[in-house]
Nanobody, 120 residues
Framework: QVQLVESGGGLVQAGGSLRLSCAAS????????MGWYRQAPGKQRELVAV???????TYADSVKGRFTISIDNAKNTVYLQMNSLKPEDTAVYYC??????????????WGQGTQVTVSS
């Protein structure tokens, strides 16, 4: 079993940046697809970014050009670099590993996530 722990959230002004981290432990060799989702108050959880073990990335239209997902295999950590943040990016951000490249079938239970708040 793989355990995932998110961190790096916080309060930032619009236009600022944050880098989220998702540290993996356990049977990491089973990881093929990793992704970040977010959930804003009163809204459904939505996909933000996906990365495969081969390095292929996919982004939601709302974050393209502003967010970058990456993997540091040496540290077993997935990152989400978020630049040019907007108030509408405010949400709890979750990472997970997925069975498919569309990141619609999570393999782990959803964790507590990390809160990102962007002030205007």
């Amino acid at each position: 079993q793989v355990q995932l722990v998110e961190s790096g959230g916080g309060l930032v002004q619009a236009g600022g940046s944050l880098r989220l981290s998702c540290a993996a432990s356990g049977n990491i060799f089973s990881i093929n697809v990793m992704g970040w989702y977010r959930q804003a108050p009163g809204k459904q959880r939505e996909l933000v970014a996906v990365i495969t073990s081969g390095g292929t990335t996919t982004y939601a239209d709302s974050v393209k050009g502003r967010f970058t997902i990456s993997i540091d295999n040496a540290k077993n950590t997935v990152y989400l670099q978020m630049n040019s943040l907007k108030p509408e990016d405010t949400a709890v951000y979750y990472c997970n590993r997925f069975l498919n490249t569309r990141a619609t079938i999570p393999l782990n239970s959803w964790g507590q996530g990390t809160q990102v708040t962007v002030s205007s």
